[in-house]
């Protein structure tokens, strides 16, 4: 019988942050009985690691939502690599991924908590159109063009997976998540995103979001701490010169469904790679 690991990423509380299955040796599994098996898990992705070389610490990983495969999940990889540092001890591990190689650092904060790194791919992004891709979207959310911050313009974000990215001009906006699930769905299986990253920022002079992303392709009407948007977050705002110089972004997510979550992204102006940090903790059976 297959094992699957539970953890939650991107905090130290099981019952906050992101549930996510491991599935730490699934060499003998064909795509029909992954997706059969994310299904039966139920969490917004699960984590396979269908092939592994243990001396180099290098492991070729597949990542299945309830209804079929992702090319990334952060907030899988971190649990991933927070289940094989549990296993095999603290250090670096190479993740070849369907969206390419992703490096992860693993080890513990101050307080003994452990804790994962991943570097993603090279990111990038372009403005979204105002036809095709953001008045549909803002139809679906039941927004309107007055709900947006006109400071962080509209953007598709990519770091492994697209990622439309809207800001709320307030945070009672993004708060108030009611939208059309179908309508949201079908357009974005239409432009192939993984997810909307809604995003407020409270005070233009720091670095600190909120954030919250619908996922109706995956299956969910919200995804509580989205790693994959974080690190395509990060490649926006270091593109749109938002970040000028070596900075962390504190992104907080999941808050308003209850199980609150933090992203730590580190952003060089001179890398399109962005980093992405947080926590992972087993899930009690």
């Known amino acids: 019988m297959t094992e699957v690991l539970r953890y939650s990423a991107f905090t130290t509380d ?7 299955g491991v599935v730490l040796d ?15 898990v139920g969490y917004s992705e699960t984590a396979f690691l269908a092939a592994h070389d243990e001396t180099r610490r290098r492991y070729r990983v597949r990542y299945f939502s309830p209804r079929a495969e992702v ?6 990889t971190v649990a991933t690599a ?26 513990t904060d101050g307080g003994g908590a452990p804790r994962a790194t991943l570097t993603s791919v090279p990111a990038r992004t372009r403005p979204a159109d105002e036809d095709t891709e953001i ?3 803002l139809a679906a959310l039941r927004w309107s063009s007055g709900d947006l911050d006109p400071a962080l313009p509209p953007h598709v974000a990519f770091a492994g997976n697209d990622h439309l990215i ?13 939208y059309d699930f179908g309508a949201l769905e079908e357009l974005m299986r239409r432009h192939g995103w993984t997810t909307v990253h809604l995003v407020h920022r409270p005070d233009p002079d720091r670095l600190d979001f909120h954030a919250r992303d619908p996922f109706p392709v995956g299956g969910v009407v919200e995804d509580p701490a989205t790693g994959a948007a974080a690190a ?22 999941g808050e308003d469904m209850g199980r609150p979550s933090e992203l730590l992204v580190d952003i060089d102006p001179d890398d399109t790679r962005v980093r992405v940090s947080g926590h992972a903790v087993r899930i009690p059976a």
Do not use: K, W
């Open 14 to 20: 099981p019952f906050g942050g992101n549930p996510a």
């Open 26 to 40: 699934a060499a003998t599994l064909d795509e029909a009985a992954m997706t059969a098996l994310a299904a039966e």
């Open 71 to 76: 090319a990334f999940c952060g907030h899988a």
């Open 82 to 107: 927070v289940a094989l540092a549990e296993r095999d001890g603290p250090g670096e591990l190479v993740f070849d991924t369907a969206a390419g190689e992703v490096r992860v650092a693993t080890g």
């Open 135 to 137: 008045a549909p979207a």
């Open 166 to 178: 809207l800001a709320a001009a307030t945070r009672d906006r993004l708060a108030d998540l009611a």
């Open 232 to 253: 395509a977050f990060g490649g926006y705002l270091r593109a749109n010169g938002l970040v000028t110089e070596a900075s962390r972004v504190r992104i907080r997510q």
